[in-house]
């Protein structure tokens, strides 16, 4: 969606994906480095500020500055500092050897975007640095628990494998799993998961 649409989505007192952080996540961010962690696409702030209280320095990136407006109203009503950028990815510079950790939940791109997003972020991490990732697989067009309309901007163990050829998977599964994340997330989902390090 556009930066218009996904101000339109969040420009409501509602949380729409609600204000606990993935599961996936909460399970695993012990494989995050204590250090600075960039959240990909982070919407409204609940993996951030999870993290944040977690003692991570968090930065969330997102397209939508309604979005992170909510991001930060929610940090301060848990007492702790993010920092947000709004901008698209397409143009977002992530550094080099800058990120502790990197942080895709939910993060759905055209095609040709998601892989130069992911040779920045492989460019990204510090040595030892981690990413991890949770995303529907094309599959999940077989369910209406969210998600794109298209396949394209799915992903799939395959696709992660070949995308970020340089890092080291831990954790890499595809499953079925309810997804309960406020009213946009909500079913039986098909969805991947990865923990990967930079060598």
């Given at each position: 969606?556009?930066?218009?649409?996904?101000?339109?989505?969040?420009?409501?007192?509602?949380?729409?994906?609600?204000?606990?952080?993935?599961?996936?996540?909460?399970?695993?961010?012990?494989?995050?480095?204590?250090?600075?962690?960039?959240?990909?696409?982070e919407g409204e702030g609940r993996n951030a500020i999870?993290?944040?209280?977690?003692?991570?320095?968090?930065?969330?990136?997102?397209?939508?500055?309604?979005?992170?407006?909510?991001?930060?109203?929610?940090?301060?009503?848990?007492?702790?500092?993010?920092?947000?950028?709004?901008?698209?990815?397409?143009?977002?510079?992530?550094?080099?050897q800058q990120w502790d950790g990197i942080v895709s939940?939910?993060?759905?791109?055209?095609?040709?975007?998601?892989?130069?997003?992911?040779?920045?972020?492989?460019?990204?991490?510090?040595?030892?640095?981690?990413?991890?990732?949770?995303?529907?697989?094309?599959?999940?067009?077989?369910?209406?628990?969210?998600?794109?309309?298209?396949?394209?901007?799915?992903?799939?163990?395959?696709?992660?494998?070949?995308?970020?050829?340089?890092?080291?998977?831990?954790?890499?599964?595809?499953?079925?799993?309810?997804?309960?994340?406020?009213?946009?997330?909500?079913?039986?989902?098909?969805?991947?998961?990865?923990?990967?390090?930079?060598?």
């Amino acid at each position: 969606m556009s930066k218009s649409m996904w101000d339109k989505e969040y420009d409501t007192e509602q949380y729409m994906y609600g204000k606990q952080p993935n599961d996936f996540l909460e399970a695993n961010y012990e494989q995050l480095p204590k250090g600075n962690i960039l959240m990909l696409a982070e919407g409204e702030g609940r993996n951030a500020i999870f993290l944040a209280k977690l003692g991570y320095q968090v930065t969330a990136v997102d397209i939508s500055e309604v979005g992170l407006s909510k991001a930060c109203k929610l940090a301060s009503e848990n007492n702790v500092q993010i920092k947000t950028i709004c901008t698209d990815l397409e143009h977002f510079d992530l550094g080099v050897q800058q990120w502790d950790g990197i942080v895709s939940i939910f993060c759905h791109l055209p095609a040709a975007l998601r892989q130069s997003l992911y040779q920045r972020v492989e460019l990204a991490l510090k040595p030892k640095g981690v990413m991890l990732i949770e995303g529907y697989t094309p599959e999940q067009l077989n369910y209406e628990s969210g998600g794109p309309p298209v396949a394209e901007m799915m992903i799939s163990k395959s696709i992660l494998v070949k995308e970020l050829p340089h890092l080291q998977f831990s954790i890499l599964q595809e499953l079925q799993r309810e997804v309960i994340e406020g009213v946009k997330h909500s079913g039986l989902a098909a969805v991947v998961q990865a923990v990967a390090y930079a060598k």
